[in-house]
């Protein structure tokens, strides 16, 4: 079944870019999802479409999706933005979900 | 909108639980339904869907033939039963609806989710 790879942890100091991958076999074919997850909350959507970003994000959250990476882009990091960041895809192979495993942004 | 799960806790190895996902604020038969997993310390993994309108329905192959998702439109209730719990199905259990009202899963997204509840196998 499709695998999606991201890094178990990103660190950042306040105010630079974070930038979080999600590796898939030829995943600018797929539409990509990424969800923020702050300790002890439901999971959230922060971008949608590989690139769009829902009403409320603000716009230092970007994606970005060629080849076999996709890449969320937090620019400004703040305090605030620790969580854990997941990427999602539909494998229409398997007619599965998939996520990522997670990857855990830390502020320094 | 809002998601309201319910029905989790303690159960034995091999034992059943039925959990529900109490839907408002919109036209829940017109949406598809999810279900979602994450194991203490783990990622998010998806466990099953129903689709809108035809209530056809997905798994994931470690819950298949154990686990059945369910609605009920005229309540705006949103089930899965789990039968044959193992530990590994420890897990707070999260429903998400999918972001537009129903068309194929490959055009939406999870939105919004529930606060989870905790499902705990153990002896």
């Known amino acids: 079944s499709y695998v999606l790879t991201q890094p178990a942890s990103v660190s950042v100091a306040p105010g630079m870019t974070a930038r979080i991958t999600c590796g898939g076999d030829n995943i600018r074919t797929k539409n990509v999802h990424w969800y923020r997850q702050k300790a002890g909350l439901a999971p959230g959507v922060v971008i949608f479409y590989d690139v769009d970003r829902p009403s409320g994000i603000p716009e230092r959250f970007s994606g970005s999706n060629s080849g076999n990476r996709a890449t969320l882009t937090i620019s400004r990091v703040e305090a605030g933005d620790e969580a854990d960041y997941y990427c999602?895809?539909?494998?229409?192979?398997?007619?599965?979900?998939?996520f990522g495993g997670g990857t855990k942004l830390t502020v320094l | 909108v809002q998601l309201v799960e319910s029905g989790g806790g303690l159960v034995k190895p091999g034992g059943s639980l039925r959990l529900s996902c109490a839907a408002s604020g919109f036209s829940f038969d017109s949406y598809n339904m999810n279900w979602v997993r994450q194991a203490p310390g783990k990622g998010l993994q998806w466990v099953s869907s129903?689709?809108?309108?035809?209530?056809?329905?997905y798994y994931r192959e470690s819950v298949r033939g154990r686990f059945t998702i369910s609605r009920d439109s005229a309540k705006n209730v949103l089930y899965l039963e789990m039968n044959s719990l193992t530990a590994e199905d420890t897990a707070i259990y999260y429903c998400?609806?999918?972001?537009?009202?129903?068309?194929?899963?490959?055009?939406?997204?999870?939105?919004?989710w529930g606060q989870g509840t905790l499902v705990t196998v153990s002896s």
């Open positions: 999602q895809v539909w494998d229409s192979a398997n007619d599965h979900w998939v």
């Open positions: 998400a609806r999918d972001s537009d009202i129903s068309q194929h899963p490959a055009y939406n997204w999870f939105d919004p």
């Open positions: 129903i689709i809108g309108r035809t209530s056809y329905t």
